[in-house]
């Protein structure tokens, strides 16, 4: 633990995590997180999901608590940006003017959501969907039920999100490039299944479809054109179509950039003493021996760790197998595994998709490489999820009769127990 001076650049999860690993395996070097937001590191789950519904408060969000970094004498720069890395001389630069200088660097800087530019996009009512605040306003603006939403992404963000307003009571239509909602990450028969459960909650979609322009009066948004020339009334409309990894940074510094920062397994970028974590680190997996860039809260997690062990010279690597998990009216999924191994294979169904209890296992050359649980009964041992993993993890061939095999329980799935 020679190493002095840690600056984590990015207020997120991972950042958070990052310098709670740190203190917890015992360093007691100077560390300081800067963040480019007011608050304090939160979670983003939340978000979308229990707190937009109401069902949580504001304590739901928050990494640890606010007390914890000056009672573990974490320094926290909160409304302030690194605006700049020198890596020959190991300092970082801030928009308020100060230099920090580090022996290790944490490139935590996340993803902004993408914009489209659009007519109309600078109009009130209109707005991308990330942060805490983007949550409280929307939060507000669905509770009353009543409003014409219109939301611009198929993607899990925004199925989340026109869940969450149609659940309010509001008159949701949703448009994407896609045929069939999340088809490019699970497929078309399961994307038809989440569209089949939100139509019979009252969302409407216009699939394949895009926005051509947003209509206003006043400056407030009043509707959508979409590439039909269809007018969609609004009175809110979000736009969630992806994110963009936060690497300019990384790239003025001369770091290695392709899809994210590049990383190896243990989340070192190709500049001494710099790491990276979260969403805008694409690591190297030992699993699948390819670089993997997850924007998923598991990854942010398991990533800070993984960075901060890094840092302080143990032997760590980002191994976990990725996994994620939505909540949308009656139905709780969680899915893991990698996305690119699945990629059009058809699933296997162990379960009911009718009855809204199934899980999907998705095998490339009869070996699971990702599997997702809707549904399933928690009480059941072992769990779907560490079933999946195992599965994976073991890399051995099963068949698609044995793990649809409904006569016996998840624990005949298992390697040990082939």
């Known amino acids: 633990m020679t190493v002095q001076n840690i600056v984590i650049a990015g207020g997120g999860l991972a950042g958070a995590t990052a310098a709670k690993t740190l203190r917890a395996e ?51 720069r909160l409304g302030v ?50 942060t805490l605040d983007d949550s409280r306003r929307l939060r507000s603006a669905l509770g009353t039920g009543g409003k014409n939403v219109v939301m611009i992404g198929s993607g899990w963000i925004g199925m989340e999100l026109a869940a969450a307003a149609a659940t ?63 007018l969609l009334p609004a009175d809110i409309v979000v736009v969630a179509v992806g994110v963009v990894p936060g690497t300019g940074l990384a790239k003025e510094a001369g770091l290695a950039v392709d899809n994210g920062i590049l990383t190896d397994a243990s989340l070192r970028t190709s500049a001494d003493g710099i790491f990276a974590a979260g969403d805008v680190a694409n690591a190297l997996h030992p699993f699948t021996g390819q670089h993997h860039r997850s924007e998923h809260w598991s990854n942010a997690l398991n990533g800070g760790k993984v960075a901060a062990k ?29 996305p690119a191994l699945a990629a059009g294979a ?11 209890e199934f899980i999907a296992f998705w095998l490339q050359d009869s070996r699971v490489v990702a599997g997702m649980s809707v549904n399933w009964p928690r009480k059941e041992q072992p769990g779907a999820q560490k079933t999946i993993k195992a599965l994976i993890s073991a890399k051995t061939p099963v068949s698609a009769g044995r793990l649809t095999d409904p006569s016996g329980g998840l624990g005949q799935l298992l390697p040990e127990a082939a």
């Open 26 to 76: 015992g360093y007691t070097g100077r560390v300081t997180v800067v963040g480019a937001e007011s608050h304090h590191p939160y979670l983003r789950p939340p978000l979308s999901k229990e707190y937009l519904l109401g069902k949580a408060g504001e304590d739901a969000v928050p990494v640890v608590p606010d007390g914890w970094y000056a009672e573990n004498d974490v320094g926290l």
């Open 81 to 130: 940006r690194v605006t700049g890395i020198r890596p020959d001389s190991h300092t970082v630069q801030l928009d308020d003017g100060a230099s920090l200088d580090y022996g290790s660097l944490l490139l935590a800087t996340g993803a902004t959501p993408r914009a489209l530019r659009l007519p109309g996009s600078d109009l009130d009512g209109v707005s991308t969907f990330r």
């Open 168 to 230: 309010y009571g509001n008159h949701v239509t949703l448009l994407g490039l896609e045929e069939i909602p999340l088809a490019g990450a699970i497929g078309p028969d399961l994307g038809r299944f989440f569209r089949g459960l939100h139509e019979a909650n009252g969302v409407s979609f216009r699939l394949p479809a895009s926005a051509r322009e947003i209509t206003g009066r006043d400056g407030v948004v009043t509707g959508v054109i979409a590439d039909s020339g269809e």
């Open 310 to 338: 890094a840092m302080l010279g143990q032997d760590a690597t980002l191994s976990t197998i990725p996994y994620f998990y939505t909540d949308q009216f009656d139905v709780s999924m969680e899915y893991s595994g990698f």
């Open 346 to 356: 058809e699933p296997v169904i162990r379960g009911s998709l009718e009855d809204k």
